[in-house]
Every structure is written in structure tokens, then in C-alpha cells.
């Protein structure tokens, strides 16, 4: 292998079908779960995923200003961070509404995306 075949294997390769495969699953696991807190307004993008066992994602985008608020749950609390701010405990209420969104976008997911894909 010559040394522009490796550089550009290396740098600008396609990732792997597994890499593909996963970010295609976020991509429609957000479109469902843009969803779990009502109707979107018009002129509203919305998206609300699970990034890994322990991230969520809320993100909003209205009047050209975009907002992402990311979640860690953690074993006795959850901690947000809005638009990359320090992370901060939610309050018991919020907290309660989180876990209500989490598991109507679960119920959701599974229904409408997990069950209808053929792993065979």
C-alpha cells in the first residue's frame, strides 16, 4: 500500500456499516421521540434520544435559536447540562417528568421502530 492509499484510508475512509447502522437508529429514535412531550409547534424542531445507557438528549430549535439540554443518570441522581452549562441535580419534579418522558419514548420506540425490524 503506497503512502496516499494509507493517508487517505485513514483519514477520509467511510466508518464501518456498525457505525452507520447505529447512528441511523438515534437518527429514527428521535424522530419518535420529537413526540413524547405533545405536538411539535410549527416551525419547531424538536428531537429527544437516548445517546448511551446513561445520556439522553433533549434538543429545540425555534425562532433560529437551537437549545440541547443533555441528561446523565446516575445511580442515585440525574444531572443536566443546558447548552454546555455545568451540569446541575434536576429537582424531584423534574425528575419525575423525565422519567415519565423516558419511559413513553421506550414504550414507543420499541413499538413503532424494534418491532417492526427483522433481526433474522
Known amino acids: 500500500m503506497n503512502l496516499f492509499t494509507r493517508f487517505f484510508t485513514k483519514y477520509f475512509a467511510k466508518p464501518n456499516k456498525a457505525e452507520d447502522i447505529e447512528r441511523e ?10 413526540g413524547v412531550f405533545g405536538p411539535v409547534p410549527k416551525g419547531t424542531k424538536r428531537e429527544f434520544f437516548c445517546l448511551d445507557r446513561d445520556t439522553w438528549i433533549w434538543q429545540e430549535t425555534a425562532n ?57
Open 25 to 34: 437508529l438515534i437518527r429514527r429514535e428521535a424522530e419518535i421521540g420529537r
Open 64 to 120: 433560529g435559536r437551537m437549545r440541547t439540554t443533555k441528561y446523565k443518570v446516575k445511580k442515585a441522581e440525574i444531572i443536566k447540562s443546558v447548552d454546555g452549562s455545568q451540569y446541575e441535580r434536576v429537582s424531584l419534579e423534574e425528575a419525575q417528568r423525565f422519567a415519565a418522558a423516558t419511559k413513553t419514548y421506550n414504550e414507543r420506540v420499541k413499538r413503532e421502530l424494534y418491532d417492526k425490524l427483522s433481526f433474522a
